[in-house]
């Protein structure tokens, strides 16, 4: 059984090698693995025709710019494996991750598996567990748990991030995929794969667990989901939207608690970046927390919200936002 391992690529030649070597030292060596170069200015397609020259399994697409969602689509349309799995080009996986994904999909009976990964970091590493301990979750489990936990936390002061959608911690069966015709946003550059990820837990009858961390997902400067955007704000709007479109016929009170909590996170998160930010003005960092504040969805989203178990400045945080008042909110994040 074959496995097409999808990797989209943009300007990765620093990291390629360590994350190609990675996918051919896999102890099952029934894979194909799609290379998509969405036009690279470094050597990274160069890279990339250099390791299919040696190794007949591997093969080389290239797109014009498009994005990361259209990157692994075209991977999606090109796939000829029974199951697909995801690697970032910037990440590695450990060599056991597609022989012991692929018997957890056996073992169980399941159209996905997922595994534990460990984040990378410059100084040090941190394993992410994941928080069931089963080696499988049900459909109901899959609603009730997995999907508010993919929104994030159900309260404010929780931590972002609960468990993320990224599907580089995924196998696939293509049966899957291929009766539901799934695919990636094209529009959006970043939580392209939450959306994905959201979509096809939705109805799956069950999902293997890995607790094993198979992933390595290196935290630098360069990523893509740690740059400073003047436009993240809208994006993390557009993203929420098309979340509550995926939802609609799941919808519960669980999920609209979750997606109001999720949307002043993200809201406090832009100001925070907007007043921090060394490279504006001052003018610059006022207009543009103005400018995030005259949002009339976040006021509907603050009246939604229970404010009052929070700390004493993170209520004051909250009220300012209500208010729009800018100087109190520039303040509140300079004087931390």
Not at 189 to 202: A, S
């Amino acid at each position: 059984m074959t496995c097409s391992v999808i990797v989209p690529i943009r300007n990765s030649e620093s990291f390629l090698n360590r994350c190609l070597n990675s996918i051919l030292r896999q102890t099952w060596t029934d894979w194909e693995l799609l290379l998509i170069d969405d036009a690279s200015s470094d050597r990274s397609l160069e890279i990339c025709f250099n390791y299919a020259e040696f190794d007949p399994r591997i093969r080389v697409l290239t797109l014009d710019g498009r994005g990361p969602g259209a990157a692994r689509n075209a991977g999606l349309e090109a796939m000829r494996g029974d199951t697909v799995c995801f690697v970032d080009s910037d990440d590695w996986i450990e060599p056991d991750m597609l022989e012991v994904m692929w018997n957890a999909l056996q073992r169980t009976g399941s159209n996905a598996a997922l595994c534990g990964y460990q984040k990378e970091y410059p100084d040090h590493v941190k394993t992410m567990e994941i928080p069931w301990p089963e080696a499988e979750l049900n459909q109901v489990q899959i609603q009730n748990e997995v999907i508010p936990a993919l929104l994030g936390p159900d309260h404010l002061m929780g931590t972002p991030t609960v468990f993320m959608g990224s599907v580089w911690r995924l196998m696939i069966q293509t049966e899957e995929i291929t009766r539901r015709r799934l695919r990636f946003p094209e529009d959006l550059h970043i939580m392209e794969d939450l959306l994905f990820t959201m979509t096809l837990f939705l109805p799956l009858p069950k999902l293997a667990l890995v607790h094993q961390p198979l992933y390595h997902y290196l935290i630098h400067p360069q990523s893509l989901v740690h740059r400073h955007e003047s436009h993240l704000y809208e994006v993390r709007k557009a993203v929420q939207h098309r979340l509550e479109e995926v939802l609609k016929s799941y919808w519960n009170d669980q999920l609209a608690t979750r997606l109001n909590i999720r949307y002043l996170l993200f809201t406090k998160t832009a100001l925070e970046r907007e007043a921090t930010f060394p490279e504006q003005t001052p003018e610059e960092k006022m207009d543009r927390i103005k400018q995030i504040l005259m949002d009339d969805e976040l006021s509907q989203r603050l009246t939604a919200v229970d404010l009052e178990d929070l700390p004493q400045s993170e209520q004051e945080l909250y009220q300012a936002m209500a208010r729009q008042d800018a100087p109190a909110i520039l303040i509140h994040f300079l004087k931390d």
